[in-house]
Structures are given as structure tokens and as C-alpha cells.
């Protein structure tokens, strides 16, 4: 609540200057209002003019500032001249991201005494329900230029906009405060601040040298700070509706054609909001390719075919609800979605759509079954999770019918040149597909494999949430994924060195497979609500396939894992804690976080317990957070009830902080 306060006491001489007027407008118009901002009045000379707003204080030092206005409503101003910030750094959790971040991005701000400061040339400072200073003083000198040049560089910006921000809080939530602050400084320093009533944000934009001139404009965020309002960092942030099921039909064609038509039942858990923000994917490059590929909504109706108004940007897409939401009633909502999205990296006769084909929510929303029919052109085969219902073939396509009856996180599809071959033992199915040609001997191989795996993790880790696992041949090496039902793993796993399972175990393909299955416990079944929680995910799949192959193979790949944990450990420990390692811009330390210091841990917490209560707690926590978001929290609690110790102190120290736990 600190943060909150700490906001009203600045707040105080505010006043509401949101107007009614706004309320009709759409999702579209309001897009197009806030993207068009203009300059309301002549400028005026300002000095030593103080906007506080939480944690950020902006200081215009000197220069001339003009109001902006939105349509004919003002909603800020813009300032050039000499200004500097002052952000708060008094966050252990998060400094050391902090100071990594602005190294990383190369950024001139700097951290002194618990504060992060920074200079600036331009300002745009817009808020709602927050008055800011008024703008007196004699004539200042001309902005037009200035403005027009900041505006068409910060739209440059990939992954948030002034104009969806806005235009999703005034259709989400018009009586609360937003301020964004969008700043430029001397050389290529670029930030931007946000503040609504659940969140607080730092971000410094930086760019990348693409080969292709045309996207060097393009800004990336690196999350400097990101504060919760009004909750701890271990509460999962407000949201406003759940995606409860999809019921998809998915057409491709033999190019690169995609035509989804979804229809998708939203429970609101909020009243009285007139729009549902979603994440959509609206472009994507290929590698290699210079054009982007393209998918946008064709149309967004209700249930009864009434159109709705959306609008649809960097993967975010505003719909208009035909009236305000109400808590717990459900609302159907259809979207017809087309574009050339299906990629075949590498020119492989394979693509993958793993999320955002269809809008789903950003958050802990994301909870939904599915049911879908997917036609794919053959000779391309499809796979998708779930219960198969029918898989059949109809006037040169390949069609699958397929439902996933538990509430996920990831619905993917993929399709392709394929062969696979499936193995049913009780009611369980596994079926393997290899790339190109048939490969029966290694699909029969790795059928038995995943069953030998399902069987121990069904001893330690409860019923294997699925009733069917597909496991597809990535053509490429040294990765994998795992939605639901679905394994992706790349060649390797599909060459000869599978022989039988005591030598199966002996290198990386074996465990990398094991991770990828033990990802149906730990990410389907039990999913994670935010970037934050990701390691319930990757680090709990790595120690339970750490487990996996103590069991069969002793102790000796358990401690070369042990090892190489503790050496990532050590190499990425000071650069941030585990739960903002998704906040670090190079992915190899928050790699070494997530799959080396995640497991560390539960190694850790394993020694210290014992065999007996470390199961215990493993398969306790898959039993109580079955089809439920999990959080660390939750871990901490149920393993302390378990083992009758406070592990809250751990947790602090390894979790939250960056130490790294004695091993002995
Ligand atoms: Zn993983």
C-alpha cells in the first residue's frame, strides 16, 4: 500500500479532468484519438516545473512546454529543454536487474544512493484522473517540429503504445489514474514511465542492428523497474477476465494461409468494463524474410452476429463488448482471423503455431479448453493436444477434430510432412511423429521411452494429465517445447544413438525429453500466472527429469545436473533473482537462472527435507494445484506444512535474493 499512498499525497491538488464525453466512443476511436495527439496551445517558458508520480520525479528544468491534447480533450504536455528524473531505487528485489538492465541497454542513467537518475531534451507527459501543473509563464519558443519528430520515433515503439494504453484504460478503467511520461535525452537514450492502479513501470528502449535499414527504427523495452500497486510482488497482478474455452476451426491452405475462426467464451471477473484488452499476433518475420507475415481480425462479432469494434496493434487487440461486463456471466465472442502466418523456418515442410493465433488474455486469464477441427492440406499431417475425436481425410485435406477438456495455458497446433506411428497401453497414448521420411525404428523406440518416463513420473507426481501425448520431430537441433500434449523435440532425439533405456540415459537428448514430458505436470497441469512464476514451470520439469534419471540410471547424471546447476548458478546469481529472470535482456542468463538456479534450489530444499517429505511435497502440490494456477508462494507454503519447517526465510534469501544456497 506504500506505493499507493505515496501517489495520492502528490495527487492531492489534482483534479478529475476526465470527460464524459469519451464514454461512447469505441475501441477503434479511442485508438485513433490517442495516437493523433496534437499541440493544444503556444508554448509557454517553463523553470524548475516538478511532476512527481510514485516512485518518478520529473523536473523541467528550463525550456518551453506546450499542452497536448487528445481530439479536443487535453490530456498532457510536451516540454523541450533541459530535464532530469529521479526514479526510487530502494528495491532489493529488484536493483540488481536494474543495474544489469541499464548496462545491457547502454543506458546513461545511473544509480547513486538508492536513486536512479537520468537527463532529458523531450518530454510528452500525458495522465488521466491526475491533473498535472498548468502551464503559465511568458511565450516560449515554437515545439511543432520537435513534437511531430518525438511522436514518430516513440511510435516506433514494438511493445507499448501511448494510444493502446490509453484507449485500454478508458475502456477498462476510466475513474482510475494513468500517467505516462515519454522521454528523450542527449545521444539515443529513450524511457518511458507508466503508472495505473496496479502496476508502475521504468523502461529504457533501446534498438537492434537489423540487416533490413527499414526496422532499425524499431525501440524494444527493457524493463529497468516494474513495481506492483497495491499487492507484494508475490500476489498475481488484478485481471479482468478469464478465457475459459475456445472452439476453433483452423484451415490450411498449401501456401502460407491461415484462416482461424474462433469462438471463445469469456467470464468476466470484473463489472462494468466496456472492453476486453487480448494479446494477438499482428505481424511476425520469418527468418530471412524482409516482409512481414501478417494476421488481423477480419471481423469480431457476438454470438448473434453483431459486429464489435476493435482495434488491433503489436500483438494487442482492444474489442468493444456490446455492453458493460458483468461478473461471472459469460459472453461468447467470435473472431475471424486471417493472414499468411504460417512459417516454414528454414524452408522445413513444417510450421508451428504455438500462442496468440488466437486472443487470448496476457495474464492468469489464460485458462481454457479447446476443442478445435483442423484442415491442413495434405501430403501435410496435423497435431494438436488433446483427445483425439477424429482424424480423417476429405477432399485433399487432412483433417483433425481434437479436444483438450482441462482448463491451459498454450493451445498449439502444428502440421507438416510427417509420419508417425502410436502405441495405446491402457488409456493412455502416446504417438511419435517423425520429420520426412517414416522413421519406425526410432518412433517406436521413443514410444516406449515416453511410456517408461510417464509410468515414474506417475509414481512420484500423480496421474499423467493427459490421455494422449503427441511427440513431433522438430527439424533442428537442441531444443524443445511442450504445450499442451505436445513434446516438440528437435532431430537428435530421432537419431540412432537411442538404443535400449540403460544407455538411453546417457546424454542430453534423454534428458531434454524428460524435461519436455514432465512439462505436462509442471506447466499444463499446474500452470504459472505470470513471468514471474516461470520457473514453476522450467525449473520444476528440469529437477523432476533430474529425478527421472537418477531413477534409472543412479546417481551419477544427477550430480553432472547438480554440477552444472551450481556452476549456472554461480555464473548468473548477481544479475537478478529468479522470479524477474524473464526482465533480463540476454537470454543466457535468465537460461542459466530458470534451468540452473531454479532446480538448484529445489535441490537444495530436497537435501535438506529428505526423499520421503520432498515427494511428499511434489506430489501433494500437483494434487492441490491440479488444473489451477500454482504460485511460489503456495510452494513455500505447502512444503513448510509438509516437512513442518518455515521455509519463508529460504525463500527470501534464494528466491527473492541472489544468494545461492551451501550444497553439502
Ligand atoms: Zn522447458
Known sequence: MKHISRILAFFSIAVVSVCCAAAEENAAQLVARYDNLSLGGPPVSVSALVITSGSMKLTLGSGSAASVKAGDQVIGMFFKGTGSFEYSAKDNVELPIMKANLRETKSAGTVNNGVLSGSFTEALIAAQNVTLPALEGPAGSALDDTFAHHRAILKNDQESLLSLSFAAHQLTAPAQRIVRAELRGAGDDEWVYEADQNNEKLLALYTYQFDDRARRVERYEAVISERPIGRTRADIAPYDYVLSAVDYTLEAGDGNDLHVVATETITPRVNGIRGLVFGLTDLQYASGEKTPRHYTPKSITTDDGKPLAFA????????????????????KLKFDLRGDLLIRENGDNQWFLRSEWFPEPHTAGMATTAHGVIRVKAPFVPFAGGKTIRRVTEGGYNVLETSIDQPV????????????????????????????????????????????MIQYYEYFLGPFPMDELNIVELNSFGS????????????????????PINQLFSEGINERMAHEIAHQYWGVAVRWPSPEEQWLSESFAEYSAALLLKKFQGGAPYNRLLAHWKADSNESHTVAPIPLANRITDEFNRTKLLYGKGPYLLAALHKQVGDEQFLTFMKSYQKSFHNKAGTTKDVAGLLGFVAKQDFKPFFEQYYWGTDVPELK
Do not use: C
Not at 488491433?312 to 459472453?331: G, K, N
Not at 495405446?424 to 517406436?444: D, E, F, L
Not at 517445447?481 to 513434446?487: D, E, H, K, R
Open 409 to 452: 495455458h498454450f493451445v498449439a497446433v502444428t502440421a507438416g510432412k510427417y509420419a508417425y506411428e502410436e502405441e495405446k497401453r491402457g488409456n493412455m497414448t502416446v504417438r511419435t511423429a517423425s520429420y520426412g521420411q517414416k522413421n519406425v525404428r526410432a518412433i517406436k523406440k521413443i514410444n516406449a521411452l515416453a511410456f517408461d
Open 480 to 499: 524443445g517445447q511442450a504445450p499442451a500434449g505436445l513434446v516438440f523435440i528437435t532431430s537428435e532425439a530421432f537419431q540412432p544413438l537411442l538404443e
Open 312 to 331: 488491433h496493434r503489436i500483438d494487442t487487440l482492444l474489442v468493444s463488448l456490446p455492453q458493460p461486463s458483468m461478473a461471472a456471466a459469460p459472453i
